[in-house]
């Protein structure tokens, strides 16, 4: 994986990253099963433009995917994996995305509704001695750029449970973050597609946001 290099310039408060050379590249996560992994055209575009703007980040704007057995996996520090359906990894896709894990790389699993049931066995083959967590509300994910003291903000209604974010720690590192009944994805998206009041858009931005800044401040 390439190693992204990050100034922080710690005495404004704010965080303002930037790669030394190539741009930070991000990317959607394209799975086998059936389930509709190209969910959210325009949420990772906006979430990259918002950090840029925001956080002064060179994130590529580009709306990239990349297979789960893919070697160029390990091209992107940060994968984004969404979906409202059936997912299936192989042996050997499983095999692919551990290694990715274990190895710095990071997977932001957002249910867009109806992923929870499938996502779950499907990382017990990634990570068999791993169970999911709930995040406490301290976790730094939560107070990076931008604060959130009760946690992850509830973006869309679902099932009217309250928005969880869950994590897979491998070797006491932060490797998964799981977000569920928020649709943080949905949030990011061009706000003609799901109509969102943009006060609760900037919520989704600025939680993404968070988790990009801690994402590239790990490496």
């Known amino acids: 994986m390439k190693k992204i290099y990050l100034l922080l310039l710690i005495f404004a408060g704010p965080l303002l990253a930037q790669a030394q ?36 980040t060179q994130i590529d704007e580009e709306d990239a995917v990349v297979q789960v057995g893919s070697p160029e996996l390990f091209d992107y520090s940060y994968v984004y994996m969404t979906g409202h359906g059936n997912v299936v990894f192989s042996p050997s896709e499983a095999e692919n995305l551990r290694k990715y894990l274990s190895s710095g790389g990071f997977l932001h699993i957002d249910d867009n509704y109806g992923l929870n049931a499938y996502i779950r066995l499907e990382m017990k083959k990634v990570f068999p001695e791993l169970e999911f967590i709930e995040l406490p509300v301290d976790h730094p994910v939560y107070h990076q750029k931008f604060d959130f003291p009760d946690g992850i903000p509830k973006i869309h209604e679902h099932d009217n449970k309250p928005a969880q974010g869950f994590g897979l720690i491998y070797e006491g590192k932060l490797v998964c973050y799981y977000s569920y009944e928020s649709d943080l994805g949905n949030g990011w998206e061009d706000q003609r597609i799901h109509n969102d009041p943009q006060e609760v858009r900037l919520k989704a931005l600025r939680m993404g946001a968070n988790l990009i800044t801690y994402v590239f401040t790990q490496l």
């Open 21 to 56: 050379s190539d741009q930070i590249k991000i990317a959607k996560l394209q799975y086998g099963g059936g389930g509709d992994w190209y969910a959210n055209k325009t949420a990772l575009p906006n979430l990259a433009r918002f950090c840029n703007e925001q956080l002064g």
